[in-house]
């Protein structure tokens, strides 16, 4: 068995809120027979605070689903300005060099989000590393949609088991969420016009392409979502230009 060492100053386990890479990444390495030890710090880059159980502790050392967790200190309170970032990044480097000799021999690591690096002041990316990245981040979109495809084309003959139940879905969705949105939005009579149908068109937009991926992610019913997606998508080509039409009179 390969042992691999994870390095990152934030992580997210499936409990808690923010980003989950780290943590499915990690669990597709286990699966695939690496045992894995994780430095991270318990101070979350939302809160910023040190939670009430670590108080007075600088490192410490967890078990969670087959991997070794070492927590470690990292400066909070943390701000937009340099001192404080620079106080933040180089506590956790400090501590995770620590927690790294503690930590059982290891033949590969794998470290992310380098935010020392990133947090020096007149330190600017170059601009085709920038770009690079920007093109990586708006292949999501097409990739959800190949998926969505796919996973489509395998659970055919879905929409006839619950036609009502869909039907239901698809009323809520692109109506009576929209009709809500337009009604609680009348209540400020000096907004924007062009804010307000943004908003309530915003309200009545299809499912989310994203959605069959999280309902197979917690074992839910994936044909439903899939249909349930795919169709309100080709009944909002309608239902939009009718609110369009809705709000402009």
């Given at each position: 068995m390969k042992r691999l060492l994870y390095l990152t100053q934030y992580y997210?386990?499936?409990?808690q809120p923010g980003a989950s890479r780290h943590y499915q990444h990690i669990r597709h390495l286990t699966a695939r027979g690496y045992k894995v030890t994780l430095i991270t710090s318990y101070v979350k880059n939302r809160l910023r605070v040190i939670p009430p159980e670590y108080k007075g502790i600088k490192i410490a050392k967890e078990e969670e689903e087959g991997v070794t967790i070492y927590k470690t200190y990292a400066y909070p309170n943390y701000g937009r300005d340099f001192r404080t970032r620079m106080?933040?990044?180089?506590?956790?480097?400090?501590?995770?060099?620590?927690?790294?000799?503690?930590?059982?021999?290891c033949d590969l690591v794998f470290a992310s989000s380098p935010s020392l690096f990133v947090g020096l002041t007149g330190l600017r990316i170059p601009s085709i590393v920038l770009e690079a990245s920007g093109m990586i981040g708006e292949v999501t979109i097409p990739l959800a949609m190949i998926a969505l495809g796919l996973v489509l084309s395998q659970k055919r003959g879905a929409v006839s088991r619950q036609p009502g139940l869909l039907l239901c879905v698809g009323t809520i969705r692109l109506l009576f969420m929209p009709a809500a949105a337009a009604l609680a939005l009348s209540l400020f009579p000096g907004m924007d016009p062009t804010l307000r149908v943004c908003l309530v068109l915003l309200a009545g937009m299809p499912c989310a392409s994203s959605a069959p991926l999280f309902v197979e992610r917690y074992?839910?019913?994936?044909?439903?979502a899939v249909t349930a997606v795919f169709s309100t998508t080709i009944a909002a080509a309608g239902t939009i230009p009718l609110w369009l039409l809705c709000l402009r009179t």
């Open positions: 997210a386990s499936a409990d106080l933040n990044y180089l506590s956790f480097m400090l501590y995770s060099f620590i927690a790294g000799l503690k930590a059982p021999p074992g839910g019913d994936v044909p439903f």
